[in-house]
């Protein structure tokens, strides 16, 4: 009879947390349906209301629909196809994005839990997801047409992929990880070099043929899947390009750029930089949009590097910083860092708790770290692929926002560092 009992108790404990997992993920959905309607409220539903980089994801994907094929070499095709589709359907309304990304953006609820369960209990799973479902920064991606929104699943998708294929080492789950990884670069290429963390996280034990084979199918599914856009944007541009332009990002992580951003009186914020030194008609007609103008600011950043190394030393190290807690520069009022007097003239108290929640999380998660620093191996997977975005970051450009999609994977340290923290508790009141 016990065993009858125990396995009925166990369905009754699966089919709550299932609830629980349910609720969270409806009550995330509701807060990113809550702001879209919110942001289309104030906003004209027509492509005037876009800003930054919007406008240009917005034009790739008109033309799509319009039957011009990225014509453009400034981004990569997975968003502009996703926003095309929603015209698609919608027409060419950008409020009609917004609420389809309020859907989009509650997948990483459940993914994160999906993610969580790797490494903890079903009860610290759920704080993981409600972490994310809560998540202020997380949240605000969906008024925006920009990639974060779909970046962020898509990275999910990409480590539990990875881990799946670790886990079990055949050809078809790598095959299958290097294929979610060849989808998240067409979305946003910072992760074209992510593959070298893959022999690291490769068990000692393993043959090394057994290595070559599993870590050639993860390449090969990679290439594959790259290789149409690559031969898109030869045919198209006369140049070999894998993903996209980087519109200027090394010379932006160079001491030419550190000098004008943070030692010239007064401040300039990025904006104002872009306006002017990398405005084409004014900086002699380099657009960093171009392959020609990309490779000229390329250049420039070089030998900007090689004239004053110590200083770009010094600029990466702070990048490591700005990737997490966020660059003064274009994260915080008059680059003043946690400074709520600043913020007030900017921003409402509820934002700004917000805001500084969203930033001190990184912190929360080294703490979690050292509590699970006796399975810091079990984590490395994790911490390689923070590790690997923070280096990408520190040696080109980094803003808040390039870390914000990489935000589950900390929720997932801070819960299973909770529960571990209780349990030892537990375990001490006994």
Not at 37 to 49: G, K, S
Not at 109 to 114: A, K, M
Not at 133 to 141: D, F, K, R, T, V
Not at 249 to 269: C, D, I, M, T
Request: glycine share 6%; proline share 7%.
């Amino acid at each position: 009879m016990t065993p009858d009992i125990s396995e009925a108790q166990q369905q009754r404990n699966d089919r709550i947390i299932v609830l629980a997992l349910t609720c969270l993920t409806l009550l995330g959905l509701a807060f990113r349906l809550y702001l879209a309607w919110r942001t289309n409220q104030t906003l004209t539903d027509t492509p005037a209301r876009l800003i930054g980089d919007e406008p240009g994801y917005e034009y790739l994907a008109d033309a799509l629909l319009k039957g011009h094929f990225f014509d453009w070499p400034g981004r990569t095709p997975i968003y502009p196809f996703f926003v095309a589709g929603c015209y698609a359907i919608f027409g060419r309304s950008p409020a009609s994005v917004v609420y389809v990304q309020a859907f989009l953006g509650a997948t990483i609820i459940p993914l994160t839990f999906i993610l969580a369960r790797r490494f903890t209990g079903a009860q610290s799973s759920l704080v993981a997801a409600g972490l994310i479902a809560l998540h202020p920064s997380l949240i605000l991606h969906v008024r925006r047409v920009q990639t974060e929104v779909l970046y962020a699943p898509l990275i999910l998708l990409t480590v539990l992929g990875l881990l799946r294929a670790l886990e079990q080492p055949q050809w078809q789950n790598f095959s299958l990880a290097g294929a979610l990884l060849a989808i998240t670069n067409l979305c946003r290429p910072t992760g074209m070099l992510l593959p070298a963390i893959v022999p690291l996280l490769m068990p000692r034990q393993w043959p090394f043929k057994r290595k070559i084979a599993l870590f050639m199918a993860y390449l090969g599914a990679i290439i594959i899947i790259t290789a149409p856009w690559t031969y898109h944007n030869y045919r198209t541009h006369k140049t070999f390009l894998i993903y996209s332009v980087s519109t200027a990002l090394l010379w932006q992580g160079s001491p030419e750029f550190y000098h004008l951003a943070y030692e010239q009186v007064p401040k300039r914020n990025v904006v104002q930089i872009w306006d002017e030194e990398l405005n084409p008609d004014r900086n002699g007609g380099h657009n960093a949009f171009t392959i020609e103008g990309d490779r000229y600011f390329t250049k420039r950043a070089i030998a900007s590097i090689l004239r004053e190394p110590a200083v770009y030393l010094w600029y990466c190290l702070q990048k490591a910083v700005f990737l997490w807690l966020g660059n003064p520069m274009s994260d915080w009022p008059y680059h003043a860092m946690f400074n709520v007097e600043a913020m007030r003239p900017f921003f409402s108290p509820q934002r700004i708790v917000g805001i500084l929640w969203s930033r001190i999380l990184p912190v929360f998660a080294a703490l979690g770290m050292i509590v699970l620093r006796h399975r810091w191996r079990e984590f490395l997977p994790l911490l390689l692929v923070c590790g690997y975005f923070t280096l990408i970051h520190s040696l080109t450009y980094a803003e808040v926002r390039h870390s914000e999609p990489l935000h589950p994977i900390l929720a997932v340290v801070i819960a299973t560092a909770a529960g571990e923290l209780q349990r030892r508790l537990k375990l001490i009141s006994q």
